[in-house]
């Protein structure tokens, strides 16, 4: 009865301050699709414990656990939902209500099957149902779309949707009504939001396809840089050699050439100084 009154106390403190589904204390078991339901009525049996629970969702596996001796119910079992969120709904509705006479409790659990349990999910087997392929494909095509549900946040129609189905009224007529109304919101928010998706994705595959244009133009005009500026530096080469050929024969033409300079140096010189010139006079006079 404790454990009762706890999470309706919880659950009220969270709805006065519109705490988002993300801080909600039921965040903390999303790994886990069980849930505990104890003070069972002896008398029932896997199928009324799957009918009672199956108004919050779809169950897979029960576990309602017997004596071994007398295989006579305890009073308490396990249920696994096929969404991990109809157990949110299930522990805040179906916690402390009256079943034949006795209260219930219903909190999440993290359960582990016995080694002596079968792996598969039993629910289908116990009630007789026989899943045909098209409805296993539908499952399959539900879960992946829960599955990326919880991988992404929640819309704002789909958390309206959420709360509507576990705080209104369920004596309210309008209440089916209301619900199918907010689920085609959501699916229209899915749509827009699909369609934004690809938009988005669309958008960045030009960008990415404008900035390789961009990286591929720039690197052409790198290489014809490189390119241009290999041949202007061979071209500045090529006119440094002629000119330094061209000084080499103008300076070969304007200097004498050896045997000149040779004879040149070899012819006595004559001086020139008046000294010189006074003694060849007086030589003179005297022949």
């Known amino acids: 009865m404790n454990n009762i009154r706890q999470i309706q106390a919880l659950n009220k403190r969270e709805l006065e301050n519109a705490v988002p589904p993300a801080a909600s204390w039921h965040a903390d078991y999303r790994d886990t699709a069980y849930i505990y339901i104890g003070g069972l009525p002896f008398d029932l049996s896997e199928g009324d414990v799957v009918t009672i629970c199956s108004q919050f969702g779809e169950p897979v596996h029960v576990n309602l656990v017997r004596d071994k ?27 402390g209500a009256t079943v034949l006479g006795r209260l219930i409790r219903v909190d999440h659990v ?18 007789g149902d026989d899943v045909p392929s098209d409805a296993a494909d539908r499952k399959k095509r539900r879960g992946s779309e829960d599955e990326e549900s919880r991988r992404r946040p929640l819309l704002k129609e789909e958390r309206e949707l959420a709360a509507l189905i576990q705080n209104h009224d369920d004596e309210d007529p309008m209440k089916e009504f209301l619900i199918e109304e907010k689920k085609e919101e959501v699916t229209q928010a899915l749509e827009r939001m699909g369609s934004s998706e690809k938009k988005s994705s669309r958008r960045r595959d030009d960008s990415r396809e404008r900035s390789s244009r961009h990286h591929r133009h720039h690197r052409r005009r790198r290489d014809e840089d490189r390119v241009r500026s290999h041949s202007r530096s061979k071209d500045r080469r090529r006119r440094d050699e002629r000119s330094r050929s061209r000084e080499r024969r103008s300076y070969r033409d304007k200097s004498p050439s050896r045997r ?5 140096d ?21 022949r």
Do not use: W
Not at 277 to 286: E, F, L, Q, T, V
């Open 266 to 286: 070899r012819s006595p010189r004559r001086s020139r100084s008046p000294g010189s010139r006074r003694h060849r006079d007086r030589h003179d006079r005297r």
């Open 69 to 95: 001796e007398t295989g006579k119910s305890r009073g308490f079992a396990f249920l696994k939902y096929e969404d991990q969120r109809s157990t949110d709904l299930a522990v805040d509705n179906l916690g």
């Open 260 to 264: 000149e300079r040779s004879d040149r």
């Open 110 to 127: 993290r359960y582990k099957r016995r080694d002596d349990e079968e792996e598969g999910d039993n629910v289908a087997r116990l009630m």
